[in-house]
């Protein structure tokens, strides 16, 4: 059993053409795990261990400029087993098949749970063949700092447009943290084989295929080089574009955080209504998102080897990996 607690402190000054600002935000952090680990039982054809935990986090991060205070317990329950069946007499960790088997189950007080399982499989059919596969799943919840109304800053501008009948809109475009963020999840599976020569035991040759899909990945939707383009490319931001917001909501984005102006339009934000001034207003949010996805294959590759001296010995080997294909899909669509 362990128990920990920190925290830090810090002081950001910003400083631009048009303005300065100074930040003092805290991050602090309380945890407690308690793990159990043996041996479950063996006999002449399995050999079985396990592990079994509890872990208890709270989270806390605040700001003065603007004023937010978030905090968030986690609570985590997880297991594991492994067995080896038919182990090799007199050999510790070899054996004709290796089972392995865990999950967590974290529960976050501000976006929900999720149990993440992993799955795994080695296979000697040979002394020096091993075939080995893996299955598991992934969950990251967004960070107390991104997932606050913080670091919010709205700009308007003058956007091309094909659907204005002017070839232009007033552009309000949304940026910073979100409070809405959800976790972020992955799927991982993969199969490989190791193989030692009998005639040189201590070198290994491995190759492992890997496929890895995250989902709901948090990222900017737009970012800087597509903003000027995105209602002409509207058919990529589905879901992020809003041509008919509503009054008060369009003037509160206008007020929440920083706002600037570069659009060469006349507007006051402090004596009028955006939507009023510029009744053809389009909001578009690019603050940080679930939108992204990214999909990666390929192989990795390795030799290692091991050579005896006259005093100790020399240890080798080479690692690479090839990817067939590393894709990131921006936006759902």
Do not use: C, H, M
């Amino acid at each position: 059993a362990s128990a920990l607690t920190g925290s830090s402190e810090n002081e950001t000054v910003s400083v631009d053409t048009f303005r300065s600002s100074r930040v003092e935000d805290a991050a602090r952090l309380t945890a407690f795990d308690a793990i159990a680990d043996g041996k479950l039982f063996s006999n002449d054809t399995a050999d079985v261990r396990s592990a079994f935990g509890v872990e208890v986090r709270r989270e806390r991060y605040e700001s003065d400029r603007p004023a937010v205070s978030r905090s968030r317990n986690v609570r985590s329950v997880f297991a594991e087993f492994v067995a080896d069946l038919w182990p090799e007499a007199g050999v510790p960790g070899k054996s004709l098949v290796t089972l392995t088997a865990a999950g967590r189950y974290s529960d976050y007080s501000t976006v929900g749970g999720s149990f993440d399982p992993q799955l795994g499989l080695a296979w000697r059919p040979w002394t020096s063949l091993t075939v080995r596969a893996a299955y598991s799943t992934s969950f990251r919840a967004p960070d107390l700092y991104s997932a606050s109304d913080i670091n919010l800053q709205t700009i308007l501008f003058k956007f091309a447009d094909p659907l204005a009948p002017s070839g232009s809109s007033p552009t309000l475009v949304r940026l910073g943290n979100n409070s809405s963020l959800r976790p972020e999840e992955a799927r991982t599976w993969s199969f490989g084989l190791d193989f030692v020569p009998e005639a040189l035991p201590d070198l290994k040759f491995s190759v492992a295929y890997f496929d890895i899909s995250y989902d709901q990945r948090i990222d900017q939707p737009a970012g800087p080089a597509d903003q000027r383009t995105i209602l002409q490319n509207a058919d990529r931001y589905a879901g992020l574009i809003d041509r008919s917001p509503t009054a008060d909501a369009a003037q509160s984005f206008v007020t929440a955080g920083r706002f600037d102006n570069f659009s060469g339009l006349p507007f006051n934000p402090a004596t009028q209504n955006i939507l009023v001034a510029f009744p053809a207003l389009v909001v578009v949010d690019d603050r940080l998102n679930n939108v992204a996805g990214t999909k990666l294959q390929g192989l990795d590759l390795s030799v290692d080897g091991r050579t005896a001296l006259a005093t100790g010995s020399l240890s080798y080997g080479i690692l690479g990996t090839y990817n067939f294909t590393v894709d990131r899909q921006v936006t759902a669509s």
